[in-house]
């Protein structure tokens, strides 16, 4: 597995391949499933869509690691328009924002300043951020920016928990104590043994521990998760606790299992899907990819279950 990661990483940094691959039809087609457009006018059209269908949305520009000042503000500056456009055209859609996007490889103070811009407008528009979380490098220095700026902005900030790290058991508790609301991934990032789980069994049983501890006792978590026996486990311990169905809600991506999400709407479950956008979608998806090999046959397999 080494060799392919490091294959696919070497695809994703290769200018030349990237050019080729973005200005092939059938390359944009493929991506298509998964990133519904390069603008924002194609992702809000996506997200309408599937607010008719009873979904909510997270939005997400796509785009991470920038590497001067001006890179970092244009990007506050464009997650603010988002937000603007989410309030005007009415559709149902907070957004996720990364860190390393608003200047954290630079500074911490200036991605701290960067989101408080973010959160600032989206209080105004009675809105919403998740600060996702990236490699475990950047935890926590993520984590202390978003608990700061909970207590300046509280109930407009969540951030995002990774099952598969060590430390997420204390995480868990940390986050539940501060009342700020979480995402729960299992997580996708390429880490050591000596910080992360190394085999899936662990993973899975970390992420059932986490998200009964979050549905037991966390502010709306959302549980994010493909994996429809975690679905069906979350849904039979809130049962068996009495946790009322509008306590969490279930996210899942865009393009991958569209017939769940549609089911789990259809019986009362508050489902969002995670639309990523822009035209860095070659990059993201050959990282994400490396990062954990399994998705490669994930997303084969689920492009048959439409």
């Known amino acids: 597995m080494p060799v392919f990661r490091s294959g696919m990483l070497a695809l994703a940094g290769n200018e030349r391949i990237q050019r080729v691959v973005t200005r092939n039809g059938f390359s944009k087609g493929f991506a298509r499933r998964f990133v519904p457009g390069e603008t924002l006018d194609e992702a809000l059209a996506v997200t309408r869509d599937l607010n008719q269908n009873g979904l909510t949305v997270t939005l997400d520009l796509l785009g991470e690691n920038v590497t001067s000042e001006n ?138 521990r986490h998200m009964e501890m979050l549905l037991a006792e966390g502010n709306y978590p959302a549980l994010a998760t493909q994996d429809e026996a975690m679905i069906n486990a979350a849904i039979a311990y809130a049962a068996r606790n009495k946790i009322s169905p509008d306590r969490f809600e279930f996210q899942m991506l865009y393009g991958i299992r569209r017939d769940l999400q549609l089911r789990l709407a259809r019986q009362g479950y508050n ?36």
């Open 71 to 208: 890179e970092a503000r244009a990007a506050a500056d464009a997650y603010c328009q988002i937000l603007d456009q989410i309030a005007e055209t009415g559709v149902n859609s907070n957004i996720s924002i990364k860190l390393t996007m608003l200047g954290l490889d630079i500074s911490d103070e200036l991605a701290r300043s960067n989101t408080a811009k973010v959160l600032e407008r989206a209080k105004a528009h009675n809105n919403f951020v998740r600060i996702d979380m990236e490699g475990s490098p950047y935890t926590q220095r993520t984590l202390d920016i978003a608990y700061d700026l909970h207590e300046q902005f509280p109930g407009t900030v969540g951030i995002v928990l990774q099952s598969y790290l060590y430390r997420t058991d204390r995480d868990i508790r940390d986050a539940i104590a501060a009342g700020i609301r979480v995402r729960l991934v299992k997580g996708a990032y390429a880490e050591s043994d000596m910080v992360a789980y190394p085999s899936k069994k662990e993973v899975d049983a970390a992420y059932r």
């Open 271 to 306: 489902m969002r899907v995670y639309v990523p956008y822009g035209t860095q979608w070659y990059p993201y998806y050959m990282r994400r990819l490396a990062e954990r090999p399994a998705n490669v046959f994930f997303v084969l397999r689920n492009l048959l279950k439409r």
